[in-house]
């Protein structure tokens, strides 16, 4: 990662202040599949809570957090998830962040993309054509 | 005429009035399931009963207890309530719990009914009755475990289509409601036993999943698939009529409508023109209207203009082509297509002159060149009640199945110059006689002999006019009224070689003779018009415009638009509007509402809305004699016109009823 | 009898009972029964003739004889009504059999005096023999049916073979009627029990008991 783009852009990881607030006052706790890092305060707040954040590995996007890390963020646990949470069964599929936007978003069936097949709706007719 | 009490207030009902009929005169609601005004009664569903006094200390079924002297009935003592709640609650019993994938839902009488007058749970947890699923062709599906047994469909196609084919088998609680060896239904009026159903078990096969009652915009409209005028209900969501429903109308069609009326609008989806056409080189390709307009103003029509209706087209749509023809100079109009060529001077004398109410009372009848149950079913329906009265039917034609006993007296039209005198009795005796003449025997020319017959027979008597004609199209009396024809029929046109000829969604036209003429379709489906014309101008269905019909009674009605027509097509009246200002000429309307006024201005029937009077027919001489078999008009019932040529369910009908093609689904 | 349904409509059907017709004796009979009702109303006679045709065909094949649909067509059109309006009539009725019977229906009675009479050992016995309700046996002799009320209750139980009934039944009993009629015998119909004639009270009467030899006059005892 280049160094002038961390100084100019925020869309990507952390920006040079969230870093420098990382080294100094932050203990990473673990990485998820994604390679996004997680972190706790080193001292706890007034009410005898710790804060706990995520720095993305790539674009600032909250739904890349899978499940595990995303209830560890909000409060659950005192370790890395693995420590706490069942192994994987092997039917759970692969986390997959929102695709909305992205070339893998839904698309239903009548949709342009997807070759524009869709069901018959009310109001639709078949135009007669000569050669019929 | 008894009086009798009803809940506490005095009523005086009819003579032969039942207790439920007396209860519906002093305001009071009645549940029935079974009973059905125009059917016989059946007093099985139970669901009716009342308290009345004198009699039996139990509630009675009020639908078959005649009204009598004195009676005191009671529709809201707690013994009804619990009567009506126990009754319900036995309905319910075997009664699927199935409402949400009904398709009666909303419209269901056992719905409602149960809301209205169930105890709202049941006490019964054994097993229900399920029971499978009969087949009864392409228009009626059935899912028989929801029948309750009014046998309201047994009786309508016994009483009323006069065809038993539907019964009742086996007893008790494993009764079952089937057609013989589950063959479909087979006759014009066959849907009406979906409307009639007070439960989804028979419910509409085409219509199946489309939409609930509640989401459907309901117009008004006039049926155009025969000649009938019958009342309709255009029940349409978004841009497409989802569905057709009857109308009460005790004139005209009663509360039934022929299967074609009610199954073609899924026609009005396929084989649309909806764009503009213009042959090149042999060959028609898509065009824009100012390329329409500027080739039909290149061919410089001048006073050499014809146009020519269909059979489904509204007095507006002519009277404007009327107007455009009229402005031109000419004056070639013709409706009747087939090439009939009857005089039309005296509207009288091509008019169903008794009324189709008056006609169930005619004591004899002579039916001349007409398979009524293909070209009027409901007309039919009409002459089997004036039978059931002991009226004598006889049949000039090739034989046909009629629904009732009937003569036939062979095929040729001279046998009206010597009737049997099978016929001449029953006619002398006849207090009420009636002739309808065809449009079979209209096309063999039995016009002169049949005109004759009203002295010879004595139709005409005091208040009673017998003579009668049968159109099979529903725009050409209108088409008669506005003066849209010729002397000598389509002929004249043809041999006037007009440069410009305007087809109004004529489709039954032979063009041969039109070679050189250039021929602007202007219609909404293409059939074969469209393929045969060199400009095709998209125009609206009966169902996207409003218009006035003519029946063939005489009976002016109006219908209203239920949807826009699709694409690029517009109401035909602002095609020929625009087209005027093509062919710079002034029409003398910009707007609906003048194009209206001045028709009636020009034929003031046309403004009221009942029966047109015609005058009385006219003095005819000594009958002409008349020679020539009679052939129908109509092959196939359910592909007269283009839009039931379009639909599929209509082509499935024709395929399977008709042409005997096994097409049955696989069991569901 | 929740299970009757027509024998279905095959093309073999068609063919083993599509020439039906009266025999001569029969068409002779049908004629009484249709003229047993007014003119126009022929259709009266729809369930004698049923019956008649039933017969008939059990003349045929040697049975107690059913309905295939083409006979209920011939009736139809012999009395010039609607097929369909036959068919209810022929599948509301439970002795139109709509399938075949053997030679020997045996129609035994479930309903509750029967059944308090004993009319479980009565079915028993009859399944000892091999018969199934509501089938044929294989020899083509026995069709066992359980039917409602057949009005013996006096007698209870009984069955109904063929046109005769037999009452006050035990399992031996019907073991020998059985035995008789397989062995091509007629045994006795009506009441099996020995020493009585009818439906008086077994045992002899017990009430107008003065009445049983000469008349008597009880006025003077009220």
Request: with cysteine; glycine share 8%; hydrophobic share 40%.
């Amino acid at each position: 990662m280049n160094f002038l783009s961390k100084i100019f852009t925020w869309w990507n990881g952390a920006t040079i202040g969230t870093m420098l607030a990382a080294w100094r006052g932050f203990e990473h706790v673990g990485t998820d599949a994604q390679g996004n890092k997680y972190y706790r305060s080193k001292k706890k707040t007034g009410d005898g809570r710790e804060r706990r954040w995520v720095i993305y590995e790539g674009s600032n996007d909250a739904s890349r957090v899978p499940s595990e890390w995303h209830g560890w963020l909000h409060g659950l646990g005192e370790d890395v998830p693995e420590s706490f949470l069942p192994p994987a069964r092997i039917w759970e599929t692969d986390y997959t962040p929102n695709a909305t936007g992205t070339d893998t978003r839904y698309l239903p069936q009548g949709a342009l993309e997807k070759g524009g097949h869709r069901a018959r709706a009310t109001g639709d007719y078949e135009a007669w054509s000569p050669d019929a | 005429m008894p009086n009798v009490t009803v809940d506490g207030t005095e009523i005086e009902v009819p003579e032969g009035a039942t207790v439920l009929q007396a209860c519906e005169l002093a305001g009071k609601e009645i549940p029935r399931f079974c009973y059905h005004e125009r059917l016989s009664i059946a007093g099985n569903c139970r669901m009716c009963l009342v308290e009345v006094k004198p009699g039996p200390p139990k509630p009675q079924a009020s639908c078959a207890l005649p009204a009598t002297e004195g009676q005191e009935i009671r529709t809201d003592s707690e013994m009804v309530k619990k009567a009506r709640e126990g009754v319900m609650e036995f309905l319910l019993i075997n009664h699927p719990l199935d409402c949400p994938i009904c398709d009666q839902g909303g419209e269901c009488d056992l719905q409602d009914q149960a809301m209205a007058y169930g105890r709202g749970y049941t006490r019964y947890d054994e097993n229900k009755r399920a029971v499978t699923e009969k087949y009864m062709g392409p228009l009626i599906k059935t899912i028989m475990t929801r029948c309750i047994h009014c046998t309201r469909c047994v009786r309508f196609s016994e009483e009323v289509a006069g065809v038993d084919e539907i019964g009742a088998l086996y007893r008790g609680e494993n009764m079952q409601i089937t057609t013989y060896l589950e063959q479909a239904a087979e006759h014009e009026l066959s849907a009406n036993v979906i409307d009639l159903c007070p439960v989804g078990a028979l419910t509409s096969r085409p219509y199946a999943y489309e939409a609930r009652p509640w989401e459907l915009k309901k117009t008004l409209s006039i049926d155009v698939s025969d000649a009938m005028g019958s009342n309709i209900t255009l029940c349409s969501r978004g841009r497409e009529v989802l569905r057709v429903l009857p109308r009460i109308n005790d004139e005209v069609n009663e509360e039934w409508i022929t299967d074609k009326a009610r199954y073609q609008v899924d026609g009005l989806q396929r084989r649309r023109l909806d764009k503009v056409f213009l042959r090149k080189r042999g060959k028609l390709v898509e065009g824009s209207w100012d390329e329409a307009f500027k080739a039909i103003a290149k061919a410089k029509p001048g006073k050499s203009i014809a146009a020519i209706a269909g059979d489904m087209v509204d007095c507006e749509t002519m009277f404007a082509a009327k107007a455009l023809v009229k402005a031109s100079g000419s004056d070639l109009v013709e409706s009747r297509q087939t090439g009939m060529d009857y005089p039309t001077g005296n509207l009288a004398a091509v008019n169903f002159n008794t009324s189709f109410a008056e006609i169930e009372n005619a004591d004899a009848v002579l039916i001349v060149g007409s398979n009524l149950r293909t070209e009027a079913a409901l007309l039919n329906v009409r002459i089997r009640k004036a039978v059931k009265r002991g009226a004598k039917v006889f049949v000039v034609g090739p034989e046909w199945e009629t629904t009732y006993p009937a003569e036939f007296l062979g095929d040729d039209v001279s046998v009206l110059g010597k009737l049997p005198k099978a016929v001449t009795d029953a006619f002398k005796d006849a207090e009420r006689p009636a002739l309808i003449l065809g449009a079979g025997g209209l096309a063999a020319g039995a016009y002169d002999s049949a005109l004759g017959l009203v002295e010879t027979l004595g139709l005409v008597k005091d208040g009673w006019n017998g003579f009668n004609v049968v159109h099979t199209a529903a725009a050409r009396m209108g088409a008669l009224m506005l003066g849209f024809a010729q002397d000598g029929g389509i002929a004249d046109i043809a041999k006037a070689k007009p440069k410009l000829v305007l087809a109004l969604g004529a489709d039954e036209v032979d063009w041969e003779p039109f070679a050189d003429s250039l021929k602007v379709y202007i219609g909404h489906h293409g059939d074969k018009g469209a393929h045969a014309a060199d400009i095709i101008l998209p125009a609206a269905s009966y169902a996207e415009k409003p218009g006035s019909y003519v029946n063939t009674e005489g009976r002016v009605q109006f219908a209203d638009k239920a949807v826009f027509a699709p694409g690029d097509a517009r109401e035909d009246w602002t095609i020929l509007r625009a087209l005027a200002d093509a062919l710079k000429v002034k029409v003398g309307f910009d707007n609906f509402a003048q194009l209206r006024a001045a028709m009636t201005e020009e034929v003031p029937a046309l403004a009221v809305e009942g029966l047109a009077d015609y005058g009385s027919l006219p003095k005819t001489g000594k009958a002409a004699k008349a020679e020539g078999k009679i052939a129908y008009p109509i092959a196939d019932f359910y592909l007269t016109n283009p839009i039931a040529r379009a639909s599929t369910t209509m082509q499935r009908c024709s395929a399977e009823l008709i042409h005997g093609e096994d097409v049955r689904e696989a069991a569901e | 009898m929740a299970d009757r349904a027509p024998a279905p409509d095959t093309p073999e059907l068609r063919e083993r009972w599509g020439g039906f017709v009266w025999t001569d004796e029969n068409a002779e009979k049908a004629r009484t029964f249709v003229s047993r009702y007014p003119e126009g109303r022929q259709k009266s006679a729809v369930m004698p003739l049923l019956d008649l045709a039933q017969r008939q065909v059990g003349a045929e094949t040697n049975t107690q004889g059913w309905l295939p649909l083409p006979v209920i067509e011939y009736i139809a059109e012999y009395l010039d009504m609607p097929v369909i309006r036959v068919l209810e009539v022929a599948t509301f009725y439970t002795m139109y059999n709509l399938a075949p019977v053997g030679r020997f229906h045996v129609q035994v009675c479930g309903t509750t005096p029967c059944m308090l009479r004993g009319s479980d050992d009565i079915l028993e016995a009859c399944y000892k023999r091999g018969m199934v309700k509501g089938s044929t046996s294989e020899d083509g002799l026995w069709t066992l049916t359980e039917v409602e009320c057949m009005g013996n209750c006096a007698t209870a139980p009984m069955v109904q073979i063929n046109d005769g009934n037999y009452e006050d039944l035990t399992p031996e009993r019907l073991d020998a009627v059985l035995d008789a009629l397989a062995a091509g015998k007629q045994p006795k119909e009506g009441t099996q029990e020995p020493g009585r004639h009818t439906s008086e009270p077994s045992g002899g009467p017990t009430t107008l008991k003065e009445m049983v030899d000469a008349n008597h006059d009880y006025r003077s005892e009220w």
